[in-house]
């Protein structure tokens, strides 16, 4: 069956703020899972193309590249914005990133020492935290922190998925 392209997916955000924990703990667990998923792969299988789609270390460095926007998006939720900023939908950074020519172990332990930043300062929020919302500009609802931790979590998995298919694939 196909997946659901990113873009093309919708979300409710319709479970109580009391879950922020169990978010977190999705956060906290992508860098080991990610380690987990690529570790012992060969360089050939990281960094080899499905057509024009990325390569296995092309989608762990996407996940790099997002902390920064997820970063950002915190400063906004800690600041009381009414807006999130948008993100980068040409995902240029990636592209730019030249991902393929970097050692795995470099986008990994980047990866999770930035990730570990994150759920640092989100283990540090009060729970009232969770419940600020801001207006997200490409899904065009309003988005409470709990709900931003949730659509991350998401994304990693979305990327954790395809990083299995490919491995499946080119094995």
């Known amino acids: 069956m196909p997946r659901i392209p990113w873009i093309e997916r919708k979300f409710d955000f319709n479970f109580p703020v009391e879950l922020f924990p169990e978010m977190i703990e ?30 296995i270390q092309e989608n762990a460095g996407h996940l790099l590249d997002l902390e920064a926007l997820v970063d950002g998006r915190l400063s906004e939720y800690e600041a009381g914005a009414n ?18 020519d970097q050692p795995i172990s470099r986008i990994l332990e980047e990866f999770r020492a930035q990730r570990g930043d ?35 979590a998401e994304h990693d998995d979305f990327h954790m998925t395809r990083i299995s298919e490919l491995i499946r694939l080119f094995r």
Do not use: C
Not at 46 to 53: I, S
Not at 89 to 94: D, G, W
């Open 26 to 55: 999705r956060l906290r667990g992508t860098p080991a899972r990610l380690t987990d998923s690529v570790g012992g792969l060969a360089r050939e299988v990281l960094t080899r193309r499905d057509g024009e789609r990325w390569s």
């Open 83 to 100: 807006a999130l900023h948008a993100a980068d939908m040409t995902n240029r950074k990636t592209y730019d990133g030249n991902h393929n």
């Open 118 to 152: 994150i759920v640092a300062r989100l283990d540090s929020f009060e729970p009232e935290m969770f419940g600020r919302t801001a207006w997200h500009p490409r899904l065009g609802v309003p988005m409470r922190l709990v709900d931003m931790v949730f659509f991350q």
